[in-house]
């Protein structure tokens, strides 16, 4: 909850974008958000680019979600469908443009960062389980996070759909298989993993979410203070996450460095 609260406001707005009965939305989409904050917890977006602050890749995984789901308004899907499997289709593939949206980048939370206590004795191992799940178990107050040197361009990419079902649940699983044979669940898989045809319109609505994110954290990095280094807006950030009592961040020797307040 903690790590959700400082985007309250999104969540509000990819709640009335995706207009699910509250019923379903609470059964499916909030424990969602919990398992994808698990993983992202304060990991940035980027080393030195867009959303390069601490908590950075869950604001932007939030924010593609919101577009990707928000651009299927007045999109026709499912034309060669009866009417009546349509209005069931529809909404679904609503649905999926959000969850690529919001897991498009969760490999960055799998390959290109490493997380260590802050002695430097123990690491955490991305496969075996989320980082705020890991940081729980090993009573960890304090943690330093860098990026891997050895990671190579876009290798992260290949994990959105691996983790794609974790994220979803069964519960939201099912909801997207809810219309046999519509293909949607099939489609998203296909779109994270860079197996999707160019007749998949989730690959030109994922693509699309993921720039209109990038573009809106651009246009605000233009209106706040930049620091040196690749953490620009860290000073904003800092005040943002010191208010939420979520363990103050610095920088030391180029990695990040999650304090213990006492």
């Known amino acids: 909850d903690e790590l959700l609260a400082p985007h309250k406001e999104l969540i509000a707005r990819i709640?009335?974008?995706l207009s699910l009965p509250p019923g379903l939305h609470d059964r499916i989409v909030r424990p969602m958000l919990h398992r994808f904050a698990a993983y992202a917890n304060l990991?940035?977006?980027?080393?030195?680019?867009?959303?390069?602050?601490?908590?950075?890749?869950?604001?932007?995984?939030l924010e593609a979600g919101f577009f990707g789901a928000q651009q299927t308004d007045g999109m026709v899907f499912a034309l060669d469908e009866t009417p009546e499997r349509r209005r069931k289709i529809e909404p679904l593939w609503r649905f999926a443009a959000f969850v690529g949206g919001l897991v498009h980048d969760i490999g960055k939370a799998l390959e290109s960062v490493r997380v260590t206590s802050a002695a430097g004795d123990r690491?955490?191992?991305?496969?075996?389980?989320?980082?705020?799940?890991?940081?729980?178990?090993?009573g960890i107050e304090a943690f330093s996070m860098t990026w891997d040197p050895k990671r190579r361009h876009g290798s992260h990419?290949?994990?959105?759909?691996i983790l794609c079902p974790v994220i979803l649940g069964p519960d939201g699983i099912a909801h997207l298989e809810s219309v046999p044979g519509a293909g949607v669940y099939t489609a998203l898989l296909d779109a994270l993993s860079g197996a999707a045809s160019a007749k998949n319109p989730l690959v030109g609505i994922l693509r699309k979410a993921d720039s209109m994110s990038v573009e809106s954290d651009f246009d605000a990095m233009k209106t706040r203070q930049s620091l040196q280094g690749g953490h620009k807006t860290m000073g904003h950030r800092l005040m943002r996450l010191a208010m939420l009592r979520i363990r103050p961040v610095s920088v030391q020797n180029g990695a990040l460095w999650m304090n213990d307040p006492k």
């Open 43 to 61: 990991i940035p977006g980027s080393e030195s680019d867009h959303h390069c602050d601490p908590g950075g890749l869950l604001q932007h995984s």
């Open 157 to 161: 990419e290949k994990y959105a759909a």
């Open 123 to 138: 690491e955490w191992c991305p496969s075996a389980c989320p980082l705020t799940n890991w940081l729980s178990q090993e």
């Open 15 to 17: 709640t009335v974008c």
